[in-house]
């Protein structure tokens, strides 16, 4: 009998709602390894993960078998709860509708990572708008600015 082999690796990137700067510094490590726990509960394998008080990109080894919106739905609903249950945050915490998702070669991987980790330094020079539709450009995805994330211009 043959097996399934596949290579796949996708970075996610969702904002929180109205783009708020809600996820603070001194409990966004809660969170990163909260929501690290879900994805390898989910029999994922998380890469990398790193974001802004406004948004958060994550980098998943994916299996074939996985659904990655059915998988980035419950991240945001689970996370959602683990911030609003303790309390980090004054106002009720939610993440905006919708999310990208870009796929890479094994190759590229050690490239991504380290854009990943470096988000706080790659953002004192380009908005998280700018960057986001760099990504929707560099890889072609046709969109429509009324489809994308609430921006804070």
């Known amino acids: 009998m043959a097996g399934t082999f596949s290579?796949?690796?996708i970075q996610v990137v969702f904002a929180v709602k109205h783009r708020q700067a809600l996820i603070q510094s001194s409990w966004e490590e809660q969170?990163?390894?909260?929501?690290?726990?879900?994805?390898?509960n989910k029999d994922q394998k998380l890469l990398a993960i790193n974001g802004m008080?406004?948004?958060?990109h994550?980098?998943?080894g994916m299996k074939p078998a996985c659904c990655l919106s059915d998988l980035v739905r419950e991240v945001k609903k689970s996370t959602n709860e683990f911030i609003n249950e303790n309390g980090f945050t004054k106002s009720?915490?939610?993440?905006?509708?919708?999310?990208?998702?870009f796929s890479y070669s094994?190759?590229?991987l050690d490239n991504v990572i380290r854009y990943i980790m470096n988000q706080k330094e790659?953002?004192?020079k380009k908005t998280f708008k700018e960057e986001y539709i760099t990504l929707l450009e560099k890889f072609e995805i046709p969109y429509g600015e009324q489809y994308l994330f609430d921006w804070l211009d």
Do not use: C, E, V
């Open 7 to 9: 290579q796949m690796y």
């Open 92 to 101: 009720k915490f939610n993440w905006q509708g919708g999310f990208g998702a």
């Open 106 to 108: 094994h190759s590229h």
């Open 53 to 56: 008080p406004d948004h958060i």
């Open 122 to 124: 790659h953002h004192r």
């Open 58 to 60: 994550i980098l998943i």
């Open 31 to 40: 969170l990163y390894q909260y929501t690290t726990g879900i994805i390898r």
